[in-house]
């Protein structure tokens, strides 16, 4: 079925349809959007009167209404993909209930969500890292998600649609990395004046992920999730950690374990807890079954991940998240590319 284009075309009609296929039946008498907040996509809250007293009185839409949209598309499919064809393979996952997952001839790709604040969640905020307990029960469902597929013949036909960390994968921000003038408006942001001076080198940070990459090739390779930051987290009412957000990709299992540790955990802390951390990792993957590397290998590759999120939020667009938001992640990976020696491990 066709796409909206815009807010206007979200109708009764149309919704019915969408929730159609899962919820037969179902009948949406009226809609109107509630709320709308513009970022990297549009996310609506959208109020309902069905014909069904079960069915929830608002739901979330994620679609791609702003106007750098059409340059976004490959995220919007790949969260498409990400609930219509991996979260439902992970089994009892805490994630938000998709309603429908759709994407069209176009290209125009869209989610209708559970709104979670119609339940006793408590959202999480770059702003404010977490401490050891909550990061190790995150990791406990991270070494979950990627034990379903952990080297799976399967990765590259199943999940073909999922990116992987080339740079024609992060073309975006190579654009920006490789155009002086561009990474110089970044250089001379909060985020820049934030980065240790050794760091800003844009054909430096090119050859450490071209390293990365290689290094990554030598790993257990996974579907991951893709943003694991602390906006993209939130708590059940029973204390438990819920993913949302979601951006798969195939790669190596360090680039969620990196950027999740290096992202949302204090400096201190992180330099404190990282090696137990990633110990607490290995051990649930173990748990599960799954030949988990050792910890001196693990630590390596832990090492080297951290290029990943330094790419992304060094470069990543003010009009995604805050600066207070780029500026906060940005440093802490400047201090991690520093504490853990990544340059010179990597050999650039």
């Not at 009009?319 to 050999?347: I, K, P």
Request: negative net charge.
């Amino acid at each position: 079925m066709r796409m909206p284009s815009g807010i206007d075309d979200i109708t009764p009609g149309w919704l019915t349809e969408a929730f159609g296929e899962s919820n037969p039946g179902l009948e949406v008498q009226d809609a109107a959007v509630r709320d709308v907040a513009h970022g990297a996509c549009t996310k609506l809250r959208i109020g309902l009167r069905t014909n069904r007293n079960d069915f929830p009185s608002t739901v979330l839409m994620k679609a791609g209404f702003e106007g750098h949209s059409p340059h976004m598309r490959r995220m919007h499919v790949n969260e498409y993909h990400a609930y219509h064809d991996l979260v439902p393979t992970l089994g009892k996952f805490s994630t938000p209930h998709c309603f429908f997952a759709g994407q069209d001839e176009r290209g125009h790709a869209l989610v209708v969500l559970e709104d979670l604040c119609l339940r006793d969640v408590s959202f999480l905020s770059l702003q404010r890292p977490i401490g050891y307990e909550l990061a190790a029960r995150f990791l406990e469902g991270l070494a979950r998600l990627h034990a379903r597929w952990w080297n799976s013949p399967e990765l590259d036909s199943r999940f073909a649609w999922a990116p992987d960390p080339t740079e024609e994968g992060m073309a975006h921000y190579f654009d920006l990395l490789t155009t002086p003038e561009e990474f110089g408006r970044y250089v001379a942001a909060p985020r820049g004046a934030a980065m240790p001076r050794m760091l800003i080198d844009a054909a430096r940070i090119r050859r450490a992920h071209a390293a990365m990459r290689e290094a990554m090739e030598t790993q257990a390779q996974v579907v991951n999730h893709g943003d694991m930051h602390l906006g993209n987290l939130y708590l059940n009412a029973d204390g438990s950690p819920g993913y949302l957000d979601w951006q798969p990709r195939r790669g190596a299992w360090s680039i969620d374990v990196s950027y999740f540790m290096i992202a949302d955990l204090d400096v201190v802390d992180r330099r404190r807890w990282q090696g137990a951390l990633l110990e607490h990792y290995l051990a649930s993957l173990r748990a599960l079954g799954v030949a988990a590397p050792g910890f001196d290998e693990a630590w390596t590759a832990y090492r080297q991940g951290v290029v990943w999120g330094l790419l992304i939020w060094f470069l990543n667009s003010s009009r995604f998240q805050t600066e207070s938001n780029n500026t906060a992640a940005a440093a802490r990976f400047g201090a991690a590319m520093v504490d853990l020696d990544t340059f010179n491990l990597l050999g650039v």
